[in-house]
């Protein structure tokens, strides 16, 4: 068999191209089954490659490009203005079977629009949408979609997200029958706007998913599910807002461990058990949000990604590609549609 | 100036009458200057009155009520049902004049639906929204409304939710020019749904309120606004989301700190380092949601709320009385209309 591919756009992110650089080397030296296409400014590039060994290197191309998507610029501005852009060429690759899946930490509203405008979305399924996993009470992980892809959203496309964070569950954690839950304001079947009550009838017609009824906010992190289900609006803002509170509980482990010599004390002390309390319940720990829904990969790392967390989005994006995602994606929407005829 | 009377659903609560009533008597005994009104089976109620000293058993005077609206109870079917009900009891009482204000830890829908119902909007709000403070990095509270009194909103109840947010930031916490915020997916204007970038519009020709434009999730909890405007879906979803966290900050530091003898010992020494923190960044710490918009007062505790948390809802009911909020939200929705004319 040969390699997989995966193209990297070097000059995304808050950070700039070294902490990029710095991830992108890691992945080349850590994998060996893969090859890489880097694109970007071939100046900047070049030079931090001298730092691979023959073999390494020989795993590497670069495809020079003139020009950046601003994390300013407009996504449809970026769609026909950047048309020598990094983040576009990456997804030309992936477009043109040239890699397999690609990973940007640049602009997420223009990486959106090139993906979905190139690359298209798999039949029967009308818009792509971002998903991420969040942190869980048992050690588990719970994939969270829509993350913004789309504010506007109809029960269909509800329907969809379960379909495709199922896949997700399945391949990536290997369950074997993933429990899809829909995000709502009760469990009560009363409750819930009209998208969300058709979209559960919609679940509940489809035996090929085990789909398990509403959830509520706070059960997305209890283990109850292994995939949630909402809107790009309400996903978007639960995500941010339980990364706001992460970020609450962090300043104020600062503040109040500064407020006499004795909580200074104690806070020195539970130093190690703090970080590690942190590193699990950040819900921002896990970086890289996969585009589900498009006729191939593309991973949206967090633009203020460090060099680690942008190794660990390259890794997803390394990981999916090895499942073949989008195929498995097409394989069950459908088998899920032919359950509705 | 004659006293001021709250009324007090005894019956609601996940607990059970014993947890109310203790915080009840908490109430009666620390503010002299209220009257109050239990509602309830008066075989229940009565008994634990009798702990009062005769000038604080003078503030109080029992109704009994033969029913009890359930949890499981449908809005509507309480509505026609439940007439002999507690929760309806407190409310009537608004109704009547007879309180300035009720509480009650009872079932959310059925409250809302009986408050709607008898109470009335406040004439140029369109629906009534519940709201409650958040804490932020700086010490300060956020007003975050609707956590779910409408499902489907317009961008003038989103305006509306504004002015309420605003006169209740004014009021309560004493804040000249409460900055409001529209909550929504980016800061760019180009991002958002229909209703939220019209109701952008609508703010920014309100020259009586404050307006600081869009916050995404995470600012929720950053003190760069003072009221958080949001339909009742998201709103409800960030709230208990972020609670959802906190439950699982809980979890993780227990779970952790029982991993070894060292782990368990720091846990100790930081103990209570971190029930300060946990107390600070809880969104669940200030219990009682207001129901604003109504002709009267209506607070709405937690089900599962302690007797301490019940009691901040009582008091809550209390500060409300003495600044006439409903008042206050007419007089200002007045204003704010005539600009428009």
Same mark, same amino acid.
């Given at each position: ?20 650089? /710095?991830?992108?080397?890691? *992945?080349?030296?850590?994998? &060996? ?10 100046? !900047? ?12 290197? *020989? ?6 490009? %003139?020009? #950046? !998507? ?6 449809? =501005? *970026? ?18 079977? &040239?890699? &397999? ?6 602009? +997420?509203?223009?990486?959106? $629009? ?37 504010? @506007?959203?109809? /029960? ?10 199922? !896949? ?7 369950? %074997? ?9 009760? %469990?009560?079947?009363?409750?819930? @706007?009209?998208?969300?009550?058709? $979209? ?10 085990? =789909?398990?009824?509403? #959830? %509520? ?6 283990? =109850? $599910?292994?995939?949630?289900? +909402? ?14 509170? $992460? ?22 002390? *539970? ?15 896990? @970086?890289?949000? /996969? ?23 390259? =890794? ?18 459908? +088998? ?6």
């Amino acid at each position: 068999m040969s390699k997989l591919t995966i193209a990297l756009d070097i000059m995304g992110g808050d950070h700039g191209p070294p902490v990029i650089l /710095s991830a992108t080397l890691k *992945a080349i030296r850590l994998h &060996s089954d893969f090859n890489f296409i880097l694109c970007g400014n071939e100046a !900047v590039i070049n030079p931090a490659l001298e730092k691979l060994l023959p073999e390494q290197r *020989a795993r590497v191309s670069v495809e020079h490009c %003139e020009d #950046v !998507v601003e994390m300013g610029d407009a996504p449809a =501005y *970026a769609l026909r203005n950047k048309k020598k852009s990094s983040m576009r060429r990456i997804v030309e690759l992936v477009e043109s079977k &040239s890699a &397999s899946a690609c990973v940007s930490a640049g602009n +997420t509203g223009a990486l959106l $629009a090139m993906a979905y405008y190139l690359l298209k979305t798999i039949p029967g399924i009308d818009r792509p949408a971002l998903v991420s996993a969040m942190p869980t009470a048992s050690q588990h992980r719970v994939f969270l979609l829509d993350l913004g892809a789309n504010v @506007n959203c109809t /029960s269909e496309a509800l329907f969809q997200y379960g379909v495709m964070g199922s !896949v997700l569950a399945q391949e990536v954690c290997g369950i %074997e029958k993933p429990r899809v839950a829909l995000l709502n304001v009760g %469990e009560e079947d009363i409750k819930g @706007n009209a998208q969300v009550k058709i $979209a559960d009838q919609l679940f509940r017609q489809a035996d090929a998913l085990t =789909y398990i009824g509403y #959830v %509520e906010g706070d059960d997305i992190f209890t283990d =109850y $599910a292994d995939v949630v289900v +909402t809107d790009g609006f309400t996903g978007n803002i639960a995500l941010k807002s339980t990364e706001g509170l $992460a970020k609450l509980v962090i300043s104020e482990v600062k503040r109040q461990s500064q407020l006499n010599l004795l909580t200074r004390a104690m806070a020195r002390i *539970a130093l190690p058990l703090l970080k590690s309390i942190y590193n699990r319940v950040n819900p921002d720990q896990y @970086n890289g949000a /996969s585009l589900l829904g498009l006729r191939g990969i593309v991973i949206k790392s967090h633009g203020n990604a460090s060099a680690d967390a942008f190794y660990y989005a390259i =890794y997803q994006a390394m990981q999916e590609a090895r499942m073949g995602i989008p195929e498995k994606i097409k394989s069950k929407i459908e +088998t899920v549609l032919l359950e509705q005829i």
